[in-house]
């Protein structure tokens, strides 16, 4: 079992930056591939960006790429989402979620454990 809590969401304006935390309970989370994921009011939940349990594969949304970076500390059992230059179309509700087979995926329907979810919002 793996717990997730996103923490770092806030109000920016536009060309703004922010960072977003989510801390996993668990034991065997550097097993996990995680991934941020983010929904918008009226939108489908979409994929942001994704990280392999060692950190070494990284895969990037194209609405966000150059832009974010993911990292995380398998020692702090954390995932961050570094967001730079924000614009007014990433505000939304960020999602931070963990795979068990680590296979960097797009797709949020295989990723097995899901945090509460952090607000983001961009004004211009």
């Known amino acids: 079992q793996v717990q997730l809590v996103e923490s770092g969401g806030g109000s920016v304006q536009a060309g703004g930056s922010l960072r977003l935390s989510c801390a996993a309970s668990?034991?065997?989370?550097?097993?996990?591939?995680m991934g941020w994921f983010r929904q918008a009011p009226g939108k489908e939940r979409e994929f942001v960006a994704c990280?392999?349990?060692?950190?070494?594969?990284?895969y990037y949304a194209d609405s966000v790429k150059g832009r974010f970076t993911i990292s995380r500390d398998n020692a702090k059992n954390t995932v961050y989402l570094q967001m730079n230059s924000l614009k007014f179309e990433d505000t939304a509700v960020y999602y931070c979620?963990?795979?068990?087979?680590?296979?960097?995926?797009?797709?949020?329907?295989?990723?097995?454990?899901w945090g509460q979810g952090t607000q983001v919002t961009v004004s211009s």
């Open positions: 979620a963990a795979e068990f087979l680590d296979t960097a995926t797009p797709n949020p329907g295989q990723y097995d454990y």
């Open positions: 668990g034991r065997t989370f550097s097993r996990y591939g």
């Open positions: 990280i392999s349990w060692s950190g070494g594969n990284t």
